[in-house]
């Protein structure tokens, strides 16, 4: 079996910059770390080879720094890696970058899962993974708390709903998106970070999947940050003490003052 993991260096939540410019996350320079839903995909994607034998490949797209989030995973078993990065995609949204990850999918040659962890934390947008689906025009699932068997080329996995789950069949080859739900996610071993320390890294520019530079980044972006700023608090205080149907009635004026400002 095939397993293809698409994984995120995101910035450590309490270092976010912006660039006042771009209004895009500033990732030079900033310490990172693996998007922490990842490590649930990586997981699962490692267990599956357990359970059936095959690769694990993992895919990440960003700048050169991202090497370390890569080899991090190779520490705690995945086969190959491959970085996406090029300055032409800079800015990407997740359209923008859902194409760029679906190109260098396509460039391996065999898979059968793509996993993807539910959202990553700088954006929680949750749209890459379906995003990528769409671009393969191949099936996809998203809040997967458990695979529960794979044979006659076909997956059965249990969707996290907000009362329950929903049970769902699909054809392979197919994308899944994973909630923390579904695993306990293992450390690296000695071994393993012996080997990621050595393991070779393949990488991927817009000339390599063939994209036109208008298609990706930010130019290829349909959508933009306009503003970005942090909310105001008012922690001030307003005690009424009337009766329960005057309050309600306050209570409405208020809020109409509040959104009418």
Known sequence: MEI???IKQVPDTT???IDPV???LIR???ESIVNPFDLYAIEEALRLKEQHGGKVTAISMGPSQ?????RETVAMGVDEIILVSDRKFAGADTWATSLTLAAAVKKVSNYDIILFGQQAIDGDTAQVG?????HLK????????KIEKIEDNKITVQRLMEEGYDRIELPLPAVLTVVKEINTPRLPSLRGKRNARTAQLKTLNASDLNLDEKEVGLNGSPTQVVKIFSPTTNKAVEKHEVEPEKAVEILINRLSEITNR
Request: aromatic share 4%; hydrophobic share 45%; glycine share 6%.
């Open 4 to 6: 293809i993991v698409c």
């Open 15 to 17: 270092e976010i910059k």
């Open 22 to 24: 771009t209004n895009t």
């Open 28 to 30: 030079e320079g900033v």
């Open 66 to 70: 991202v090497e370390s989030a890569l």
């Open 130 to 134: 379906p995003g990528v689906a769409a």
């Open 138 to 145: 191949i099936p996809q699932v998203c809040f997967v708390r």
